[in-house]
């Protein structure tokens, strides 16, 4: 699935902290999956500050991630946790759109 540097920053934050061993593991494979690497890291020049992550938007490169089912379950239902709980962000909504089929 191609996803945007805000799609993977959004999934990595959305993602339980909490779970079996099971479903932990399929949580960690799938954050290294999202995250960048030092190439990536480089291009796209993040800067934090108070006012949040930013990047080059330039350099916003989709990247290819390969997400099985049980990783995108996890993913839709932690959407679907914070949409019950009214703590999604408009922000939040396309990265949704993407693994949430109501």
């Not at 540097?5 to 902290?17: G, S």
């Not at 995250?35 to 500050?49: A, I, N, P, R, W």
């Not at 990247?63 to 949409?83: M, N, P, Q, R, W």
């Given at each position: ?9 959004i999934i990595l934050n959305v993602l339980p902290k909490e ?42 490169i989709e990247k290819d991630v390969e997400i099985g089912e049980k990783a ?31």
């Amino acid at each position: 699935m191609k996803l945007s540097v805000l799609d993977r920053l959004i999934i990595l934050n959305v993602l339980p902290k909490e779970n079996d061993v099971t479903t932990l593991r399929i949580i960690r494979k799938l954050k290294e999956e999202l995250s960048f690497t030092e190439q990536e890291y480089k291009m796209l020049q993040f800067v934090g500050d108070e006012k949040g992550l930013r990047w080059n938007i330039e350099a916003d490169i989709e990247k290819d991630v390969e997400i099985g089912e049980k990783a995108t379950d996890i993913i839709a239902e932690a959407f679907k946790t914070l949409s019950s709980q009214k703590k999604l962000h408009e922000e939040h909504l396309g990265t949704y759109d993407k693994f949430v089929k109501e």
